[in-house]
DNA sequence: TATGGATCCATA
DNA sequence: TATGGATCCATA
């Protein structure tokens, strides 16, 4: 999988120089780069099925590789102190504070509440940076309907702009897949939501 | 229905003492409670079986009373002058301004763009307030799984109130059933997400 | 094609 | 019971 964008959408203090985001970043990016598809091959080939592939696998290697090369937490429970929202699908920790990062490919919707819920961990000072991870619009098409995408997020972005924040970080990177190829298989669906019918 | 709590979510500036609000706090108050159920009965009766009742009904009868008694215009298009995202439920128009409402019983996650469609409006200058009704806790476990309630949104509260505004306001109001009984028919559930199999 | 939604799933 | 998610729908 590539990355075709990353974003700094809240920047305030010097994490984003720091030497913890230049490794962070690195193994983000590595991670991304390690997810394949059919699996065995080099990059990722997406069957361009509208609609036609899950999205349930493609965050897997990502995840091991964070975990097992780059010894990343997964599915860390975030205690925000009073009422904690849940986890976020992986951190990292730096000096007894948390790098967050959240892989969105849930509902549109859903990453609002990503969004929001990285803001509230900057906003109550447990994690020092964050990061989300989507599709683009381009590979949004091909993936079940309705998956958040960065172009359909971007109309939002003034509104975390303009949190009132001493420090914190928050990076977006935008995946796409490598090429398109009718012939490889699409990714399998679970059976969530609608998809048995 | 009833309001069973109102909570101002962002309050600044003198919209919150004005006139305007007074009359549209009524108004919403007023058309809540004209949604009864089963029809022709006089107050919101629920079936408690969990997860037994659509919702698509619901709202109903409170648009239809927004609409035709007091002059609100449904699923109205903002135009935030750039890259807009999309429609909010109702809207009225005081002074050339336009007061926002959005009815929330999608997923909570899509609670969550609610609320930041109706700050990205206020932050734009385009809504002089915005309002937001959702179900309480009490209510959710008779409805569709996983919809937006008050007590799951609360906990990001903080997030939305540490936006940096000149001014604006943002109330929620939160709604439950009058009474229970399992003689009353259940509220029919559409062909949405998953509701075929 | 684009956007808000409605529905049910998986897992702790 | 609680929370993040995955899936497909309806409509303009």
Redesign the pocket.
Known sequence: MKIIQEVSLISVGSFEESKDWSIIRSEVRNAISLIVHPSGTLSFTINPT??G????PI?EACMIALKDRFGWRL?T?INYAT???????ATKVIDNYFFAL??????????H??VN?LVLGLLRGVFLGAALVLPS?KL??Y?????GNF??LE?YFDVWRAIRIEEGFLAIFVIEHDQVDSNVPT???????????
Chains 1, 2 share one sequence.
């Open positions: 509208r609609h592939n899950g999205v349930k965050k599915e429970s009422k904690s929202p849940g986890k976020v699908d959240e892989w969105e490919t849930g509902n549109i919707s859903s990453s509440r990503a819920k619009r949004y098409p993936l079940t309907d309705r998956i172009e359909e109309p990714i399998i669906k679970g059976t969530d939501g609608r998809a048995l019918i």
